[in-house]
């Protein structure tokens, strides 16, 4: 199941729209897919795009986690995590796409197990 990710308004022109997905439910410590979708404001595929994932413990003090998401099929982009530590993480997508237009999209991974 796919989550989306709300826009301000006046930004959803700019920026696609991003829904994540997780793996393995519930998450746990090792190795987590992340797979994002990226469709425009009429709901078309974002392809072509740039993205850097960057993980972060809710709790200062903790390095955070960087990979890659490649693209795997038309606006489907996967990345593999290494989250170290169980609890809550803060996960940000920062890319460009489409003519260097910048986006950035976070979400939290809550309750990551050992």
Known sequence: MFVEGCRKP?????????????APQPPRVGPVTLTL??????GAAVTGAQLAV????S???????????????????RSVMQLSMAGDWTVT????????????????INGVEP
């Open 10 to 22: 006046q930004q959803s022109w700019v920026e696609p729209i991003v829904a994540h997905e997780i």
């Open 37 to 42: 979708q990226l469709t425009d404001f009429s």
């Open 54 to 57: 960057e993980a972060n413990m």
């Open 59 to 77: 709790h200062a003090g903790m390095v955070p986690v960087f990979a890659e998401a490649k693209e795997i099929e038309p606006g489907r982009y």
């Open 93 to 108: 997508v920062r890319g460009t796409w489409s003519r260097d237009r910048k986006m950035d999209y976070t979400f939290e």
